[in-house]
């Protein structure tokens, strides 16, 4: 029986959105002063109010209010917004147990990564192709005075009992002025977005794909007119659109102590490799942290029988390659720098610009195929 997974994305311009590239801006301005900076503010955005709130442990100067302007400014937001700033120094409690000479974790919590050779960059198909579209109409937009930075995409993938994969269906919602046609938004969307972002994956079966534009007729009122946003409520579209589990926390917004981003990090890093090297075609490896602690209080690793070594083997290359001690998280994936804003949108894996996407060099060659 075939099987259709759906996965979304959003851009920019969706208040959510919007906040995570804020609070990650706060994180590279703390990071650029101070590499040790313990950070964890958010915001909440409605109408042509922001408020910053949260905690923040550091030597670096931040001009909170500039930062978030200049990124409301890129969004496309001409109004002038009245900001409310609450933040304290983080507990003193959690501080001392989390920052010495070593880290530990800065909370508890359980964090997942996943990989699969569906795409080249293993990850999944639908989540890579509703990424794909939002990047293009970014692109498109900021060319275009007709249309804003609020939009949302889904993508439907149907997986065939002979394993083949193919696009099923495809939504895009984008925002628009009032001078601007239904048609008009659907030939822009089909010509700049849609047949770019297609023949970008083309290896596919995209003959019989349904297409569906602006399915609520027109999107007029936009960003936070049109809704209300705030930090981590897109942590499905950040990862992996549904395919794997989530943890109980967001990425945005934190430093690498918090285990919440830098374990989802050394996850996605770890399943990465096991599909990369073979050993499975599928795999997702799960951490648990308790705050205080050096190392993960529980791991495992699943590969949903796509195993091509035996279980034992792939925990001897995991235990063999990988160290999951916070120290080396963040010293191997070098986490103590700011490149956390360019993470806001489109998604922290499957872009081989950030670190925890590398492939690792490893001397191995599958020893007992299955």
């Not at 302007?69 to 700033?85: A, H, S």
């Not at 009122?221 to 926390?249: E, L």
């Not at 951490?287 to 195993?307: D, H, Q, R, S």
Request: proline residues 2%.
């Amino acid at each position: 029986m075939k099987k259709i997974f759906t996965s979304e994305s959003v851009n920019i311009g969706h208040p959510d959105k919007t906040c995570d590239t804020i609070a990650d801006a706060f994180l590279d301005e703390a990071l650029r002063q101070d590499k040790f900076a313990q950070m964890a503010v958010e915001c909440a955005i409605k109408n042509n109010n922001l408020f910053i709130y949260g905690e923040a442990t550091t030597t670096a100067k931040i001009d909170y209010e500039n930062i978030a302007r200049e990124v409301l400014k890129e969004v496309g937001y001409t109004e002038e917004f009245d900001i409310i700033k609450v933040i304290s120094e983080q507990s003193p409690d959690i501080n001392q147990a989390t920052v010495g000479k070593v880290f530990n974790a800065n909370d508890q919590g359980m964090t997942f990564g996943y990989a699969t050779n569906e795409t080249k960059e293993l990850m999944p198909l639908s989540i890579m192709v509703a990424h794909s579209l939002m990047k293009k109409f970014e692109e498109f937009r900021k060319k275009n005075k007709n249309y804003h930075a609020d939009a949302k995409s889904e993508v439907s993938v149907e997986y065939n009992d002979d394993g083949t994969i193919s696009l099923d269906t495809i939504v895009v919602s984008v925002s628009h002025t009032e001078d601007i046609s239904n048609e008009q938004i659907e030939t822009d969307i089909m010509e700049y977005v849609v047949e770019p972002v297609l023949e970008e994956y083309e290896e596919f079966d995209n003959k019989e794909i349904k297409f569906l534009i602006n399915t609520s007729g027109r999107f007029t009122v936009w960003g936070s007119y049109g809704d209300s946003g705030c930090v981590g409520r897109k942590i499905i579209v950040d990862t992996y659109g549904g395919a794997c589990p989530v943890g109980g926390g967001c990425f945005s917004s934190k430093n690498a102590t918090k285990v919440d981003r830098s374990g989802a990090y050394y996850a996605r890093f770890v399943a990465k490799n096991i599909v990369h090297y073979g050993l499975a075609d599928k795999c997702e490896v799960g951490l648990a942290f308790a705050i205080g602690k050096p190392k993960p209080i529980g791991m495992f690793v699943e590969t949903f029988n796509t195993n091509h070594v035996s279980q034992s083997e792939i925990e001897k290359f995991v235990n063999d390659n990988f160290d999951f001690s916070i120290n080396n998280i963040i010293e191997e994936l070098d986490l103590l720098r700011p490149i956390y804003k360019q993470t806001a949108c489109y998604g922290h894996f499957g872009r081989e610009e950030f670190p925890w996407e590398k492939i690792k060099k490893i001397d191995y060659k599958i020893a007992n195929n299955m």
